[in-house]
Every structure is written in structure tokens, then in C-alpha cells.
């Protein structure tokens, strides 16, 4: 696995469920190398308790540990792909083309495939793409990196006008609203002139979000649609599933998110970002080629996590129910704090007293001001149930009025 973040942790700990060894490439101790050590040699993986098959049967070099080591340096990635059979990402910000290369050096297979990888990692690319193929997205438009380009564009579109980065961007750094032409100097600025593109404003009634599971043999299957409540380009609570007026939107969120998926190649986990726009219709926002923060909700909430069903799809086996195993759930990201008043002790001590709620912390080494430090995931027999034990989560969260 490239990257060994949260997404890699929560991954490394399906993986280990099932005895799949795993071999990270990442810097450091990063949050997934704290999970799972790459099976020894001396364990036989064809025993009965194992689900690979002898095609993907490990070699003896697994026992040699996770790799330390940029996941964008060519050398490193090729290291890793010697060491496996099957190589995946937990991260769309990778050097595509040096996974190209150790692909047609060592033979390993790549899923998804870094043709989608390479799509989806730039976010112009991906709309002109998704344009393409029929997918309703928010109208976009590619802006030189000068003031008068985005000014030109304000006048064009009108404003609040979205300018976002098309490489590298994540938790909205990288997205910059222009709501008055004199802010142009400040978003060229704040998006440190790199290539940026335009999109026209999108006022949606609520953000939704459907992970999509595809297999080896293109079979496309999709989890509930969930609501997704950002914070400052951040998102901070999900709710699931989709409670809506009209009950057709949660079936044509579906649609709309496997049609979109059908567009790529290879397979895994893919997290849809959709905008429900107030006549009902769907826009999609974006689309990340891994398993998804609006998707951690799977493993207490669904029959099989998004995490368990991305080794299912990468490895040719055959994929588990998305359907859920509760009546409803919601999950609360933890962000860290930069001031001296950090209150995730409190919520986190709170959360341990909540029934049905399960605390994941990441182990990153340090905290910073909206960095993913864990999340807690709260299950129930109702939306009532949930949104009761939710409540002494959000209140842990509040400044003490003290
Ligand atoms: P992520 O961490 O999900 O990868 P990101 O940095 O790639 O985030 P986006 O998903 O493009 O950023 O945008 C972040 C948030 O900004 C969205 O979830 C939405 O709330 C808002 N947003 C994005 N595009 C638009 C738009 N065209 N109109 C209105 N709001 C938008
Ligand atoms: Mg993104
Ligand atoms: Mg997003």
C-alpha cells in the first residue's frame, strides 16, 4: 500500500482481520505501519485459514518490514512493488508515473489502475473527464494563473465564483471563494499560483456523499448515500443513511455515483462527493479513488466496511454486502487543535460512556489546528437514538463557559 495515513491504518486493520499481509511504503512510523507488520515468512498463507488464492500468494520477502520512505520517490515505489503482488493506494496525490513503471518492471498489478489515479489526481482533468462521459458535475473552466484571468471569469460567471487547485489539494486547502473581484490578488495568493481552474458556484441543499465498490471483473456496487455536513471545507459530521423529503433522491444519488465509477478503469473503493442542488437534482463534486472519511461510518454501521470491501476488489474476491446492519449512524470527525484549549480528551472520555458509540483514534505523532486526529462512529435503533447520543459528543466540543 502507498500511504500510510488513517485511510492506510483503518485498511492495514481489514486487512489483519483477514490475514492479508500488507507492506506500507510511508515516512516514519505513519498511523497504518502502527497496525499490522507484514506476515512472517515463516507463516504459510495457503493454510485453510487464509482466503488467498495461490496466484496471490505472498513471497518470502514479506517478512522484511514496511518501507520508509517518500511514496512519491520512484525507487521506493519500485522496492515495494518487488515485495508484492497486488499494489494499491490509500492516497491520490502519488507519483503516477513512476507506478506505471514499476508495473512494467516487476509485473505487479496496480489497482486501481494509475490511468484513473493519474484522471482523477487532477481535479480539472477529472471534470473534463466526467463531462465526457455524461456525469452531471457544476460547470468548470481552466484560469490562467494571474489576477485579470480571474477577474475575467468573475465578470463571465459572476460571483461567488470557486477557485480550486487542480493538483494536490485536500480538506478544502487548495479551494478559494471569491465572493468580490477585488479578492482575485488574494486567491492567486492563496493558492500559491499553482494551475487553478474556475467552478460556478454550486448553492446545494446538502452535500451527499456514496461509496462505490468495483471489482476485478467491473461488477459496480454501491453502499446507502449518506449526508455529509462540512465545516470549513472540512467534514465534520456524516449522517446515515440519507434522510430526505423525496425518497428517490437517495436511488438517483446511487445511480448517479456507479454511473460516474463505470467511467474509470480498475478496481476498488471510490468515494463520490455529490451536491444535492435544491430542485433536486445531483451534481458530483468529486470523486477520490480510495476508501472515503464519508465512508468510515461502514465498519460499525454496514455488513462488510468500505475498507474490507477494497481488499475484496483489488484482490478478485468476491465482494461483501453494503448494506447496513443498523437502523442508523452517524459519524463525527475529530480535528485537532492548535490553542491551548484542546477538548479532545474531554469528548474522547465522553465518547467512551456513549453506547453505541466507537472511538478510532490515528496515532498521528502531533496534532494540528482541522488535521484528522480520529473519529467516533455512533450507531442506533433511529435517527431520535442517534442524534440523543451525538448530543454529549457535540457539547464536549463547546468552550467551557467557565
Ligand atoms: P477533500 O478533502 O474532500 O478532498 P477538497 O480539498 O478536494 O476536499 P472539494 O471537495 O473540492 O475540496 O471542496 C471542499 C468543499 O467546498 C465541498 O465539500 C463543498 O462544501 C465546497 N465546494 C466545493 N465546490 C463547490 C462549488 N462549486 N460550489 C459551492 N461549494 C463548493
Ligand atoms: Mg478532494
Ligand atoms: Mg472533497
Excluded at 4 to 24: E, Y
Excluded at 224 to 251: I, M, Y
Excluded at 310 to 319: D, N, V, Y
Aim: aromatic fraction near 4%.
Amino acid at each position: 500500500m502507498i500511504g500510510g495515513g488513517q485511510l492506510g491504518r483503518m485498511l492495514a486493520q481489514s486487512a489483519s482481520l483477514l490475514t492479508i499481509p500488507i507492506t506500507i511504503l510511508d515516512v516514519g512510523h505513519s498511523p497504518a505501519k502502527h497496525v499490522i507488520h507484514p506476515a512472517p515468512s515463516n507463516i504459510n498463507p495457503l493454510t485453510s485459514s487464509n482466503i488467498l488464492d495461490a496466484n496471490t500468494t505472498p513471497t518470502e520477502s514479506h517478512g522484511e518490514g514496511h518501507i520508509d520512505g517518500s511514496f512519491s520517490d520512484p525507487e521506493k515505489i519500485l522496492e515495494l512493488a518487488r515485495r508484492v503482488d497486488v499494489l494499491t493506494v490509500e492516497i491520490e496525490h502519488v507519483n503516477v508515473a513512476a507506478l506505471e513503471s514499476a508495473e512494467r518492471e516487476t509485473g505487479v498489478l496496480v489497482q486501481p489502475r494509475p490511468s484513473t489515479i493519474r484522471t482523477i489526481q487532477d481535479k480539472y482533468l477529472q471534470k473534463v473527464h466526467l463531462v465526457k462521459h455524461g456525469v452531471p458535475v457544476a460547470e468548470s473552466e481552466a484560469v490562467a494563473s494571474n489576477a485579470a484571468a480571474i477577474e475575467e471569469q468573475c465578470k463571465k460567471w459572476g460571483m461567488p465564483l470557486m477557485l480550486k487547485s487542480r493538483t494536490g489539494a485536500y480538506d478544502g486547502r487548495g479551494n478559494f471563494v471569491v465572493s468580490d473581484i477585488s479578492q482575485a490578488g488574494q486567491a492567486l495568493q492563496a493558492l500559491k499560483d499553482r494551475p487553478s481552474y474556475a467552478e460556478r458556484w454550486a448553492a446545494f441543499k446538502k452535500e451527499i456523499a456514496v461509496m462505490v465498490v468495483r471489482s476485478l471483473t467491473g461488477e459496480v456496487v454501491s453502499y446507502p448515500a449518506v449526508e455529509t455536513v462540512h465545516k470549513e471545507s472540512v467534514c465534520h459530521l456524516v449522517f446515515a443513511p440519507l434522510r430526505s423529503d423525496d425518497p428517490a433522491v437517495e436511488e438517483r444519488a446511487r445511480k448517479v455515483a456507479e454511473d460516474a465509477v463505470r467511467t474509470f478503469e480498475g478496481a476498488g473503493v471510490f468515494g463520490v462527493e455529490m451536491f444535492l442542488m435544491p430542485d433536486g437534482s445531483i451534481l458530483v463534486n468529486e470523486i477520490a479513488p480510495r476508501p472515503h472519511n464519508s465512508g468510515h461510518y461502514t465498519i460499525e454501521a454496514c455488513n462488510t466496511s468500505q475498507y474490507t470491501n477494497h481488499l475484496l476488489a483489488i484482490l478478485g474476491l468476491p465482494l461483501g454486502s453494503t448494506g447496513m446492519k443498523v437502523p442508523s449512524a452517524a459519524m463525527l470527525n475529530i480535528l485537532g487543535f492548535s490553542s491551548s484549549f484542546s477538548p479532545i480528551s474531554q469528548l474522547v472520555s465522553t465518547a467512551l460512556t456513549v453506547p453505541g458509540a466507537t472511538v478510532h483514534l490515528y496515532g498521528k505523532a502531533e496534532s494540528r489546528k482541522g488535521r484528522k486526529m480520529g473519529h467516533i462512529t455512533v450507531v442506533g435503533s433511529s435517527d431520535a437514538e442517534v442524534r440523543s447520543r451525538l448530543r454529549p459528543l457535540l457539547a464536549a466540543l463547546l468552550p467551557d463557559p467557565k
